[in-house]
């Protein structure tokens, strides 16, 4: 089983429409769930990260964590096509200092 | 706004030969940290840092592999030894807590 499981897509998705990018994990020590962004050939780009369960927004973007179903997921409202690039899950067992573990990424196409 | 900084972005070396990624850490960070990217995989963690030792390091860094704090800025990744398979993006990132920002890479290319 791997220790974060991503769609693996592509997603496509029309311009203005909600994304819906998900991503489960295994181990159920996880504290701390972050979601980076991706462009091709660039370094993750932090998007959000959450602790507790229930909803975060910032923006355009919602991430929403269940501890219980060991699940995160990111909202991307109003999709624009600068929102095209590979959405990645990372997780970390600690609060501070601790490796993040990866998805493998979503790549989310926006269409104008 | 405060980022982090790696240099060079682009190495090319031959196998065998000994490299050195360099990291500007944000200055007010604690902890350190290398990642890698093989080509079309996943974010790959091999090593973290704090206070002047590796607090954690994957299967991936083996004794080819060190870091080093030289002075109060820089942080260093050394492979001693590269072989093919160390052909790769790698990441630097640094945090005061939990939330990890990422340098904008060293592409390594060996052949």
């Known amino acids: 089983q791997k220790e974060v499981e991503q769609n693996s897509g592509p997603l496509s998705v029309p311009e203005g429409a909600i994304a819906s990018l998900n991503c489960t994990y295994s181990d159920r020590g996880s504290q701390s769930f972050f979601w980076y962004r991706q462009y091709s050939g660039k370094s993750p780009e932090l998007i959000m990260f959450?602790?507790?369960?229930g909803d975060k927004e910032d923006g355009r973007f919602t991430a929403q964590l269940n501890k219980a179903s060991q699940y995160v997921s990111l909202l991307i409202r109003d999709s624009q096509p600068s929102d095209s690039a590979t959405y990645l899950c990372?997780?970390?067992?600690?609060?501070?200092?601790?490796?993040?573990?990866f998805g493998e990424g979503t790549q989310l196409t926006v269409n104008p | 706004e405060p980022e982090v900084t790696q240099t060079p972005s682009h190495q090319v070396t031959q196998m065998g030969q000994e490299v050195i990624l360099r990291c500007v850490p944000i200055s007010n960070h604690l902890y350190f940290y290398w990642y890698r990217q093989i080509l079309g995989q996943k974010v790959e963690f091999l090593v973290s840092?704090?206070?002047?030792?590796?607090?954690?390091k994957s299967e991936i860094f083996d004794d080819q592999f060190s870091v080093e704090r030289p002075d109060g800025s820089n942080f260093t990744l050394k492979i001693r030894s590269t072989k093919l398979e160390d052909s790769a993006m790698y990441f630097c990132a640094s945090s005061a807590g939990s939330t990890q920002y990422f340098g904008p890479g060293t592409r390594l290319t060996v052949l």
């Open positions: 990372a997780v970390t067992k600690e609060t501070s200092g601790s490796r993040l573990t």
């Open positions: 840092f704090y206070n002047n030792e590796i607090s954690e």
């Open positions: 959450i602790y507790s369960n």
